[in-house]
């Protein structure tokens, strides 16, 4: 079965310090898919990224930066230079790969990042 | 472009009452998910529709939970007989799919249930 952790339930961090968002995960597929989804207060969830199992490239958008290590099943997030608005919850997620199994997202419990002015 | 709209955003019922919510995809996604979520939890997978065909349904989905998509368009979730229990968070989400997994789903605003 598919299972997410994310460790630290919440982030407090002052504006402009970098914060780095930890997700673990288990999955006995070899393919399989990754994301990460922002849920700012007003409760809807905003898509961030999706990365294959294949891809294991670090990738850098903006402020916005992902730490994929197959070897440890991690797919890390961080914000630099974080900004008040970035104070959200933030979802790792994982998906199989095979439509057999749904294409469901089995989401972790999430990080709550508080980002003080 | 229009996203995932949900209605109603806020329920609020009696236990022992039915509910039910609607939600209406992206236009052109031919997949679309109900998920729940509870406070303080991230959501949880309820059940899976490609096209009009409901193709997985969790075990959350208990006999009082039942959901369509008729005509592969918009998609609505029925809850029977309500209970304390129900009280979350319901999110829709959509994807266009080809074959396999792993779409990005889009997510709606959600539905906040409160059972009295």
């Known amino acids: 079965a598919q299972k997410v952790t994310q460790a630290q339930t919440e982030i407090s961090v002052v504006e402009k310090e970098d914060v780095t968002l930890d997700c673990v995960y288990e999955?006995?597929?070899?393919?399989?898919?990754l994301f990460w989804y922002k849920q700012p207060p007003s409760g809807e969830l905003v898509f961030l990224i999706r990365?294959?199992?294949?891809?294991?490239q670090n990738e850098i958008s903006g402020r916005y930066s992902w730490n994929f290590q197959k070897s440890t099943s991690s797919f890390n997030f961080t914000i630099t230079a974080s900004q008040v608005v970035d104070s959200a919850v933030y979802f790792c997620?994982?998906?199989?790969?095979?439509?057999?199994?749904?294409?469901?997202?089995?989401f972790g419990g999430g990080t709550r990042v508080l980002v003080k002015p | 472009d229009t996203g995932v709209s949900q209605d109603p955003r806020h329920k609020i019922t009696k236990r022992g009452q039915n509910v039910t919510f609607r939600c209406d995809p992206i236009s052109e996604h031919n997949r679309l998910y109900w998920y729940r979520q509870t406070l303080g939890q991230g959501p949880e997978f309820l059940t899976y529709f490609q096209n009009e065909a409901q193709l997985e349904k969790s075990r959350l989905l208990s006999d009082r939970f039942s959901a369509e998509r008729p005509k592969g368009s918009f998609s609505t979730l029925e809850i029977q007989r309500t209970e304390q229990g129900d009280s979350a968070m319901y999110l829709c989400?959509?994807?266009?799919?080809?074959?396999?997994?792993?779409?990005?789903?889009?997510f709606g605003p959600g539905t906040r249930l409160t059972v009295l």
């Open positions: 989400a959509s994807s266009l799919g080809t074959s396999g997994g792993g779409d990005t789903q889009y």
């Open positions: 997620a994982l998906s199989e790969a095979f439509e057999a199994a749904g294409n469901k997202l089995t």
């Open positions: 999955t006995r597929d070899t393919t399989y898919y």
């Open positions: 990365r294959n199992s294949f891809d294991e």
